[in-house]
């Protein structure tokens, strides 16, 4: 069939022709690419990182230190997460106009190089989408936040590649000094340059939470470790986990023990018995994988002092809460980290007994560990073999 001139055109879809916004332009959507890809090139290492902490392997053990390398690599992996959503944005505008390019059918190249696309967009705005609610403690979808993050990590990552192969002659011409020439005229210039500030801007204005001198200008940052309790924030409260609520620094903690089993047997430590162990000050930072963080000072005693009761850290360390149900009800400290000076039992947080809802009578604070891995009124360690 001849394909009918634009005036008598049947009703239908739009054609690319039909938008004429020069900034709907390839060497501007290049470009983009460029800062794009490496945002989530970053974003994915440093959530594989994540990943790794809370799902260690044993042929690639994660280092003891520097004790804020989390607290860093979080950072980053929020700060780029952030600064892909207007990057992606910016890219779409300027690229959404050839998902109309006709015919629809074509080559298996062309057909793979689609379905590629298809799968990188929804992707890619399905890691933004879920990443930023979680940053926003909206955990509104009705699935695993971890699970499904980490699983969709790689088929965007495997989609970026397969995009990035097939693109390369583009973002070769965007380089070029043809390219650059396109660049520079009819605004498109100012598009990307706006683009990426915008994308600067988004992480000035959130990063506050984990980078204390920008918690002033960061206005959308999602939480204050200055207007908190001992100066850091809570996530999940006493109350939420369900502890019992006569387990208070105002009644005091001689009911507690934490039991303790090791290759010797178990023993039942006292709270008195804890506190007569050689106490220790550490400065060492909370790191939520939500975004936030901060350097906070610990007083308690060292786990391996504990575990020595019982023949020693000698392997890797389950630790337990009180709390009974949870994702982290529990968590397991690598032995290097059992054995490390730097990890405690904690009482004492910023200069004060630990309040209910940071973890009182006792919680676990180790070097570069995610918080979700801190966890918060000790109940029991268990040395595993
Ligand atoms: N038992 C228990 N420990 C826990 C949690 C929890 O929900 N239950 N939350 C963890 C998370 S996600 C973080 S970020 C830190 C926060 O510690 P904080 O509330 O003292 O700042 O505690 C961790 N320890
Ligand atoms: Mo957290």
């Known amino acids: 069939m001849r394909r009918l001139s634009r005036p008598t055109r049947l009703p239908g879809p739009p054609v690319p022709a039909d938008f004429s916004s020069p900034l709907h332009d390839r060497t501007v959507v290049a470009r983009l690419g460029l800062w794009l890809g490496s945002a989530f090139t970053v ?44 990057l992606l944005l910016a890219k779409l505008y300027s690229a959404y106009p050839r998902l ?40 509104v979808f009705g699935f695993g936040f971890t ?14 590649v397969v995009h990035i192969a097939v693109k390369l002659p583009a973002v070769r011409d965007a380089l ?34 984990a980078v204390p001198w920008l918690e002033s200008v960061s206005v959308l940052r999602s939480r204050r ?25 105002a009644s005091g903690d ?31 930072p909370i790191a939520c994988v939500e975004g936030w963080s901060v350097q906070a000072t610990w007083e308690g005693v060292r786990v391996r002092d504990v575990l020595a009761l019982v023949g020693g850290a000698v392997g890797d360390v389950r630790v337990r809460s009180a709390e009974r149900r949870g994702t982290y ?6 032995r290097a980290y059992a054995d490390h000076p730097s990890t405690l039992l904690a009482l004492r947080l910023n200069g004060s007994r630990l309040t ?17 891995l801190q966890t918060k009124w000790v109940a029991e360690l268990e040395v595993l073999s």
């Open 147 to 160: 699970r499904v993050h980490y699983a969709f990590a790689w088929v965007a990552i495997g989609a970026l």
């Open 43 to 86: 974003c994915f290492l440093t959530g594989l990182l994540s990943h790794l902490h809370q799902h260690p392997v044993t042929w690639l053990p994660i280092p003891t230190g520097p004790s804020w390398g989390y607290r860093v690599t979080q950072g980053v992996h929020v700060a780029s997460g952030t600064a892909s959503v207007p």
């Open 176 to 209: 070029s000094p043809a390219g650059a020439d396109i660049v520079a005229q009819q605004g498109r210039r100012a598009f990307v340059v706006g683009a990426v500030g915008v994308a600067a801007g988004a992480v000035v204005l959130t990063v506050g939470s």
């Open 254 to 284: 001689d009911h507690w023990s934490v039991t303790v089993r090791g290759p010797r047997g178990a023993q039942t430590v006292t709270s008195a018995q804890l506190r007569s162990l050689p106490w220790r000050t550490v400065s060492l």
């Open 100 to 139: 109309f390019t006709r015919p629809v059918l074509g080559s298996p190249v062309v057909m793979l190089e689609r379905a590629s696309i298809a799968v990188l967009v929804g992707s890619s705005l399905l890691m933004v989408s879920t990443g930023v609610a979680n940053v926003a403690g909206w955990y």
């Open 356 to 372: 209910r809802d940071h973890g009182y009578p006792v919680r676990l604070i180790a070097p570069n560990r995610p918080g979700v």
């Open 329 to 334: 009800a529990a968590s397991v400290l690598p």
């Open 225 to 249: 470790p200055g207007s908190s309790p001992l100066g850091v924030p809570v996530n999940r409260t006493a109350a939420q986990a369900r502890i019992d609520r006569g387990l208070d620094p």
